[in-house]
């Protein structure tokens, strides 16, 4: 039990206390070397000390403010005759750190104030709250290219103890990481209230589509130690570290000259990252003096290559077509390797950012393809196709008029050439099926009705081997 004692002289004022007591003066007297344990357990009432003041004549003594007739009001009490201040039940530190009250002594014989002092009542936390997550658990995606060394999540964790106190500081520790794999290995460093979750290596969709960190926070009390735990959830998102590859090709691999518009052939791509995503997804490109003959695209479904024609070609100038084509994925390639583990530091580790040969190439391999070109049967041409000759009315029939002069193109299909009249309204002219010779048939007449303009019109067709062209 403690005794402090006033004795007033004058206007003197003197607070005579014991050797454990503290005294602190601000514009009023402050008596705050009161303590109450948070949760004590009792029994209650217990004294908390007396307050003591040397007069001549009779006092009273009591409380006001927090703790007594304010919130959290019956935890204190005083002997208004001894000035024996006692505590009746348990205290929350973190709701109520510090009770502060006003204690006066009032004079009995004229129920005047005779002193008023300021009384502070500090609250010892005790180690009664464990830290806690905030949130409790938490969940990210994390691609495969991001590199070690860098925060890929922070967890935060607060604690409702005294923070100047131990039972109010905590440390994170990483307890566990599931599964556990050859590629990559978890830690953390802390930051206060936060912890930072790093890693060492290459993260690799392939040897792991998620990882399950179990967090634990635990403050560092004296007599006791609380904790929670948190788990974070990395999903690894699968990024492009498997470059794309052309293994074959099938479709026709040919076109007839003249023909335009139409799938050639199917080129087939393997790639080991997930489908459908655009790590997966092919983007191909031709390459040739002769690539713009051709279009490619992506069909979306199967991920094959579609070469189409798109200019027509002629079997005289190209009996084949040689055109390369290339692969990429839409999304950038990007590769990494673990080459050691030493225990302190970041992995030593290879990756295509640092121009290793292991990297993405410097130049895309070239798939070639050779695309034949199919003769057809070209029409023979006649040189000039139009001719205009000058006759007289009533020439003679059977008199020569015109030889007609017509050239094949195709080599393949060459052969003789034979003459056929087309239209000829009046029977005017004959042709020579072999000479090509045309000549009067008919006595010319320029009145005649199918005569326009001083014009009559004949149409001739030339064939090769039998085919009217």
């Given at each position: ?235 690894i998102i699968d990024q492009n570290n498997h470059l ?165 193109p195709d080599k393949s299909f060459g052969g003789s ?53």
């Amino acid at each position: 039990m403690k005794t402090w004692t006033f004795i007033c002289i004058l206007t003197l004022c003197i607070i005579a206390v014991s050797a454990h007591s503290k005294i602190r003066q601000k514009r009023a007297w402050i008596i705050d070397s009161f303590a109450i344990d948070e949760e004590s357990p009792g029994p209650f009432p217990y004294s908390l000390g007396i307050i003591h003041l040397e007069k001549k004549y009779l006092l009273n003594f009591r409380l006001i403010g927090s703790g007594f007739d304010e919130d959290p009001k019956g935890v204190l009490n005083i002997n208004k005759k001894t000035g024996e201040v006692l505590v009746h039940k348990k205290v929350d530190y973190e709701a109520f750190p510090v009770l502060k009250l006003k204690f006066e002594a009032v004079n009995v014989s004229n129920d005047q104030v005779d002193t008023r002092l300021g009384l502070e009542i500090r609250v010892r936390d005790i180690n009664d709250h464990a830290p806690v997550f905030q949130p409790l658990n938490y969940e990210i995606k994390l691609g495969e290219s991001e590199r070690q060394g860098k925060s890929v999540m922070t967890v935060s964790a607060s604690d409702r103890d005294d923070s100047s106190t131990p039972n109010g500081t905590f440390n994170f520790r990483l307890v566990s990481v599931t599964p556990k794999t050859d590629n990559v290995e978890f830690y953390m460093k802390q930051d206060n209230t936060t912890g930072n979750i790093y890693f060492k290596g290459c993260l690799d969709d392939e040897k792991a589509h998620k990882y399950m960190l179990l967090i634990e926070a635990k403050d560092n009390g004296d007599k006791l130690q609380l904790s929670s735990t948190s788990t974070v959830v990395l999903n690894i998102i699968d990024q492009n570290n498997h470059l794309p590859e052309i293994t074959g090709h099938k479709g026709r691999g040919k076109i007839t000259e003249r023909e335009s518009g139409v799938e050639v052939l199917r080129l087939n791509v393997h790639d080991e990252d997930s489908p459908g995503s655009p790590a997966w997804k092919a983007k191909f490109t031709l390459h040739g003096a002769e690539k713009n003959h051709f279009k490619i695209q992506t069909d979306p479904k199967t991920n094959e290559g579609i070469l189409t024609v798109v200019k027509a070609m002629d079997y005289e100038e190209h009996t084949s077509i040689n055109v390369s084509i290339s692969v990429e994925n839409e999304e950038p390639y990007f590769f990494c390797k673990v080459k050691n583990r030493p225990s302190q530091d970041l992995w030593d580790i290879e990756t295509s950012a640092e121009g290793s040969s292991m990297g993405a190439p410097q130049f895309p391999k070239l798939y070639p393809v050779t695309v034949a070109v199919e003769n057809i049967n070209d029409p023979p041409e006649f040189v000039p196709p139009v001719k205009l000759l000058m006759i007289m009315e009533n020439t003679k029939i059977g008199t020569p008029l015109y030889t007609l002069t017509a050239i094949d193109p195709d080599k393949s299909f060459g052969g003789s050439l034979h003459f056929v009249k087309g239209e000829d309204k009046d029977n005017w002219v004959t042709v020579d099926a072999k000479t090509g010779q045309v000549s009067v048939a008919k006595i010319m007449d320029r009145e005649s009705q199918f005569v326009k303009n001083s014009t009559y019109s004949v149409i001739m067709y030339v064939e090769d081997n039998g085919k009217k062209q």
